[in-house]
């Protein structure tokens, strides 16, 4: 059975607890982060450590402990489960509390919760090879996504339309622009120029985004942040999103019309390709 992290102890998970008077269960006053395990490594943890402190920070929430503790909860959960290649899901939330709007006093303690997920393929997922069909539909989130909150019924809903739809995923439309996809964010790719959103508070700050970016200057590719339209996004020659969970997956199609030649593009496959090396190369 696996072992889970719940406020400092190591249980199985069948008897993992966390209140029924816990904000982050009934405010959804929570934050978390998923860190991808590749060959038994973390990919990017200090990434994930510095957005989770921003997200902390902007909710006037306290941190439960540490960078170099949680980097230990990590590495012992990867240990305890033997994983090789999956996630680390990690949250945090206010605590415990009587039901009140207000945020409780500062000496409530946070609830600190990390289990873990096998993934066997995420190395070589089926979806890398043949890429993602997509459909749009609006962005009905709340305004600050850029805090990488717990409140995810939105996204969740936007992955059930997708796959109502014959769709493996959505990206989110507002006022006429692609903002990123229900988990992941989004890019185009029209000749030598890559083009994804620029960040604000729109869109989470992707940690294998900011990766990704630096990778592709490096590889002496053209980057454009800033917004692009459906239209635009239509015409490209390629389309691909990134996430801790897929690293770089090959959109073919948004609604249902096929980009390019309907197959994953090459500047995916490229930087997919470096990520994975880069990554393995550097996991702590
Ligand atoms: N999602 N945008 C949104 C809305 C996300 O939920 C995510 C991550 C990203 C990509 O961020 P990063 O590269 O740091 O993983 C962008 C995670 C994987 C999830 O909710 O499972």
Redesign the pocket.
């Known amino acids: 059975m696996r072992i889970v992290y719940v406020n400092g102890e190591y249980v199985p998970e069948a008897e993992a607890k966390v209140s029924v008077f816990d904000r982050g269960f009934l405010f959804a006053d929570g934050v978390?982060e998923?860190t991808s395990v590749l060959d038994g490594k973390l990919v990017d943890f200090a990434g994930?450590a510095a957005?989770l402190n921003r997200s902390l920070s902007e909710l006037e929430m306290r941190a439960p402990c540490d960078e170099a503790a949680l980097l230990d909860i990590h590495r012992n959960l990867v240990d305890r489960n033997g994983i090789v290649d999956g996630l680390v899901y990690l949250q945090v939330t206010r605590g415990a509390a009587d039901r009140d709007f207000l945020y409780p006093d500062a000496e409530t303690v946070p609830t600190l919760v990390l289990f873990t997920q096998a993934k066997p393929d995420l190395k070589d997922p089926a979806k890398a090879r043949t890429g993602m069909d997509i459909i749009t539909i609006p962005d009905r989130r709340w305004g600050r996504?850029d805090i990488?909150t717990v409140q995810?019924l939105y996204?969740s809903m936007g992955k059930m339309m997708a796959k109502a739809a014959g769709a493996d995923d959505a990206w989110m439309i507002e006022d006429g622009a692609v903002t990123?996809?229900?988990?992941?964010?989004a890019y185009i790719v029209k000749g030598n120029t890559i083009v994804t959103r620029h960040l604000g508070e729109e869109?989470?700050h992707?940690?294998?985004?900011a990766a990704i970016l630096r990778m592709a200057a490096e590889a002496q590719m053209k980057v454009e942040e800033r917004s692009f339209t459906v239209e635009e996004a239509l015409e490209a020659d390629e389309a691909f999103v990134?996430?801790?969970?897929t690293f770089v997956m090959p959109v073919v199609s948004i609604d249902g019309k096929s980009l390019g030649n309907g197959a994953p593009g090459p500047v995916a496959k490229r930087l997919r390709e470096i990520y994975l090396d880069e990554s393995l190369a550097k996991a702590v």
């Open positions: 978390y998923v994930h957005r996504r990488k995810l996204p990123e996809g229900t988990s992941n964010n869109i989470l992707g940690i294998t985004r990134t996430s801790a969970s």
